[in-house]
């Protein structure tokens, strides 16, 4: 098969989710026989950040420009399935351009369903636009559970697919380091990931200067007070996430709060942590328990009072049976044989109805 993929970014980690998703994906996708090219916008903030590495697995190319894109009509014409991604830039046009041009499969992979849901339901067409939607073949959601049905039954779409976030498990495992930090916690600053953050870590932090904590990620702003126990870190590079969840005794989950509402919205950092053993404190929302048995393979806390219960607890079996969860359903493997699975059921899905046109005319 031949895919193209039209994505927020690839070369760069720098303040997103979607490069670790999308590489630990088309990784796996390669090793299943398929070839892959790449487009992403060339932004000066990734430009300024990458950290790709040897991409070995597919063809990575930048592009400008809306226009510049159009160079790779026929790549796009000819490929097999061509996904376009949540946050492209400039994603309606090149919505309407891919679907305009693409002779195989359509696909939209939202990374960020919930939040692409509140920015329609508020006509904030940034990256798609309810036409949009059912001109894709299908659309692929990092949320699973009702929102799917919503998807289908409100905006049109022809087939609505979960296709959470994974990790690779040859580069995540546990590693053998001293322990840095009591609780961790890696992500990007976000306003309404924010009030959690304060009451699962800032607040016990404060309550336990003895323990050691970590916030890693950037954008947080200059004047957050951080108490003295907090260390900040302002990005960890993919490549060294393992070894930040060695460090650390327990992390910390948080989700942002479109997110919670949905649902069935699992993030990458707790399939990256549960692949290092590493034990998980998350908020709570529905679905989790579908993905981690609460108690026995993640901790679940709501209030300050939760965390500084569990930070004097002993969870390494907690950890180990993460870690089997994780490897048992939710790596990049598993993912790539989803979206083989999507993309050969939309190929079907098309051949079918072309067949039922050729009848009627017939």
């Not at 508020?122 to 929102?147: A, K, M, Q």
């Not at 990005?235 to 479109?258: G, I, K, M, Q």
Request: glycine share 6%; aromatic share 10%.
């Amino acid at each position: 098969m031949r895919l193209v993929v039209l994505g927020l970014t690839l070369s760069s980690s720098w303040g997103n989710g979607h490069a670790t998703t999308f590489r630990a994906l088309l990784k796996a996708f390669a090793a299943r026989g398929h070839s892959i090219l790449f487009l992403e916008r060339d932004k000066p903030w990734y430009a300024d950040h990458r950290d790709l590495g040897d991409a070995d697995y597919c063809d990575l190319a930048l592009y400008d420009s809306v226009e510049a894109l159009k160079g790779w009509r026929d790549e796009v014409a000819n490929a097999d399935a061509v996904i376009v991604g949540s946050y492209v830039p400039e994603g309606v046009e090149v919505g309407r351009w891919a679907q305009r041009t693409a002779r195989g499969v359509t696909a939209f992979y939202d990374i960020d369903t919930p939040v692409t849901l509140a920015k329609l339901a508020r006509g904030d067409f940034e990256y798609l636009s309810p036409e949009l939607i059912p001109g894709y073949d299908v659309y692929l959601s990092f949320t699973g559970g009702p929102t799917l049905d919503f998807l289908q039954d409100h905006y049109g779409s022809p087939a609505a697919r979960p296709l959470y976030c994974s990790v690779d498990e040859t580069s995540y495992r546990p590693l053998d380091v001293p322990k840095r930090w009591d609780l961790s916690y890696l992500g990007t600053y976000s306003p309404d990931r924010q009030p959690t953050l304060e009451r699962l870590l800032i607040e016990p932090a404060q309550r336990c200067p003895e323990r050691r904590f970590v916030v890693a990620g950037p954008q947080y702003p200059a004047d957050i007070d951080w108490p003295a126990n907090v260390e900040r870190i302002d990005h960890v590079p993919p490549a060294d996430h393992p070894e930040f969840y060695a460090a650390s005794r327990f992390t910390l989950n948080v989700t942002r709060a479109d997110m919670i509402k949905a649902g069935w919205s699992p993030s990458v950092r707790l399939f990256e942590a549960g692949a290092c053993a590493t034990p998980i404190i998350s908020d709570r929302w529905d679905g989790l328990d579908q993905l981690f048995a609460p108690d026995r393979e993640i901790m679940l806390a709501d209030t300050s009072d939760d965390v500084v219960a569990a930070l004097g607890r002993d969870a390494t079996a907690m950890g180990e049976a993460a870690r089997a969860r994780t490897l048992s359903g939710h790596t990049a493997a598993h993912r790539a044989e989803e979206l083989e699975r999507w993309v050969e059921e939309a190929q079907a899905n098309a051949g079918n109805i072309s067949e039922s046109e050729e009848l009627a005319v017939t």
